[in-house]
């Protein structure tokens, strides 16, 4: 990611609330793990995204992140989800990964108009970071 590229919200008005700038903002950070999800070569339609941490205290956040990514999303029933990530990564590396307990959660199933209009905001906003933050 380019570190020279400095924040930008386009299209306030007199009308644009503080709610309005955090909705902007937050969408703005999921859209950027959008965008690097689809850049990860391995990750295909079957490929199961699990959520930790305080995001999950917030259903409209679960909802909203589900919506931008266009997938489902597993809440982990696991208090310690760093903690549980570290023990996989390790005994997978130690050829144990079949003693893994198999994760648990709610699901939340993106709303699919809502993931369609959402891609094409992020098609937008490529577009716009791309005349805004020309390569060199």
């Known amino acids: 990611w380019r570190e ?6 386009v299209g306030i008005t007199q009308a644009t ?9 937050t ?5 950027r793990l959008a965008t690097i999800i689809e850049c990860i070569p391995k990750v295909d339609r079957s490929t199961r995204f699990i959520v930790g941490g305080g995001i999950q205290k917030s259903p409209s956040s679960m909802q909203r992140l589900a919506d931008v990514l266009g997938r ?3 809440a982990l ?25 198999p994760v648990t959660g ?15 905001e992020r098609a937008r906003l490529a577009a716009l970071e ?5 390569t060199h």
């Open 4 to 9: 020279d590229v400095s924040g930008t919200i």
């Open 17 to 25: 609330t503080a709610l309005d700038m955090l909705q902007a903002i």
């Open 27 to 31: 969408e703005a950070s999921y859209h």
């Open 72 to 74: 489902p999303l597993t």
């Open 77 to 101: 029933d696991e208090p310690e989800a760093s903690l549980r990530g570290a023990a996989v990564f390790a005994l997978e590396k130690l050829g144990h990964g079949e003693r893994l307990a």
């Open 106 to 120: 709610r699901t939340v199933k993106p709303d699919k108009k809502r993931a369609k209009r959402y891609a094409a």
């Open 130 to 134: 791309a005349t805004v933050f020309p």
